[in-house]
């Protein structure tokens, strides 16, 4: 990771990736926006990253239970990898204690999961993102939300200062996600409630847009729906 201060250029604000190894690219606002499908919480321009292995597998555990049941959240490749600063900044708010729950990935599992969706947003905050680190960036150029993380493993608190690279947590599968992953958003507020959306991309990384490409370098970009990435 580079101790590289984040700016804001035509791209949006710019960030290295928040981990090592590789990850699958979902909900890319690359491309749709809003790329959750809602401008709630400040989601607008979010992006999700699933750990994988090197054979783009989020999990080495595949069972009966992948295809009628929920599955335990260590099961999965991202399940406890480190979480890293994206960016230099200031710890504002975090939240920690919301449970590790089990992962779904078969219809059958998820169809409940998604009609049960409006009542996790009557909850509020902690039930849609479970446990959470928010940095505000310096110059007060926005605010980074790092969530879904794993209950007990948050290793900063509010009014920390942190470096680019340092561990903020591990990844869980806490709030409002069916399987282990990475939420990250980029917003104008600390306050998720009320929070709008602001664009992000990343300084440098490399990416894979299917099985049998190469990985290519980037910079200054967001990575494609469906890619795996690296720094």
Not at 57 to 83: A, K, M, N, Q, Y
Not at 104 to 119: C, E, F, I
Request: hydrophobic letters at 35%; aromatic letters at 8%.
């Amino acid at each position: 990771m580079t101790a590289a201060q984040p700016d804001f250029t035509g791209d949006g604000l710019l960030l290295d990736l928040p981990f090592t190894g590789r990850w699958l690219v979902q909900n890319s606002p690359a491309r749709r926006v809003p790329s959750h499908g809602t401008d709630l919480f400040g989601e607008r321009f979010a992006i999700d990253f699933v750990g994988v292995n090197e054979r783009r597998r989020t999990s080495e555990f595949p069972s009966w239970s992948t295809v009628f049941g929920v599955e335990p959240p260590d099961r999965f490749v991202s399940f406890g990898r480190p979480i890293l600063a994206p960016c230099e900044g200031v710890v504002t708010d975090t939240h920690d204690g919301e449970p590790d729950h089990d992962a779904r990935r078969s219809p059958l599992a998820l169809l409940p999961y998604a009609l049960s969706q409006g009542q996790r947003v009557r909850r509020g905050i902690p039930a849609i993102a479970g446990n959470f680190v928010i940095l505000e960036l310096p110059e007060r150029i926005g605010f980074v939300a790092l969530v879904h993380l794993k209950r007990d493993s948050l290793r900063v608190e509010p009014g920390q200062q942190v470096r680019t690279g340092q561990h903020l947590a591990d990844c869980g599968n806490s709030g409002n996600s069916t399987q282990p992953h990475l939420h990250l958003q980029a917003m104008d507020s600390r306050d998720l409630s009320r929070a709008r959306g602001i664009t992000l991309a990343f300084r440098q990384y490399r990416e894979q847009r299917t099985r049998t490409s190469e990985f290519a370098d980037r910079a200054m970009d967001v990575p494609a729906e469906g890619a795996v990435v690296e720094p």
